[in-house]
């Protein structure tokens, strides 16, 4: 059912952009959503350099191009991730600082209100599946029975259900994750 790949496909942006918040260590996956001007491009930043994991407090980003080093650490800065690029001239340290407890309470706000966009693309998801069958029961060529209709409707409505826990267990995850000092 297209329904359900579409509500697969918002847990899984759900899943990345969760991914992006950092906790108190180091993590390659909160430069993912960071795009560099390069050229007159936005080019994500995993596609321009390599992004290594000396320590649990450090990230290493050596660009494929060393021009491009004031463009990455631009992009960093304008990123707003909370982390501060140091530029050496070869490759891009940036230092991951422990959590204070006020940053913690922000990233826990950032955490439901991503989880809270995944759940309204559900339900958006969800509205879509039920006015397409909705449709398709007032069609005048092949339309499905009422008793089919309603079928379909509860059965995109467990899926829904299904998803929102899913959504639920993944974002409660990553808060333990974030308070965990």
Avoid: H, W
Avoid at 11 to 20: G, H, Y
Wanted: hydrophobic share 35%.
């Amino acid at each position: 059912m297209d329904t359900v790949d579409k509500m697969e496909n918002s847990r899984d942006a759900l899943k990345r952009n969760l991914k992006t918040i950092r906790t108190g260590r180091a993590n390659a996956a909160i430069l993912d959503l960071v795009s560099v001007d390069y050229y007159g491009a936005a080019t994500p930043l995993n596609q321009m350099a390599s992004i290594s994991v000396p320590n649990s407090q450090q990230l290493n980003i050596d660009p494929y191009d060393k021009t491009a080093l004031e463009d990455i650490e631009k992009a960093i800065v304008e990123a707003d991730l909370g982390i501060n690029p140091n530029n050496d001239g070869s490759i891009i340290r940036i230092n991951i600082p422990s959590l204070t407890e006020d940053r913690r309470k922000e990233l826990l706000k950032m955490c439901k209100a991503i989880g809270e966009e995944g759940k309204v693309s559900i339900r958006n998801v969800r509205r879509d599946g039920v006015e397409l069958i909705k449709k398709m029961e007032k069609r005048t060529e092949n339309p499905i029975g009422e008793d089919d209709s309603k079928y379909y409707q509860e059965e995109i409505q467990q899926q829904t259900d299904k998803f929102n826990k899913e959504i639920d267990t993944i974002v409660s995850a990553k808060e333990k994750d974030v308070m965990t000092v």
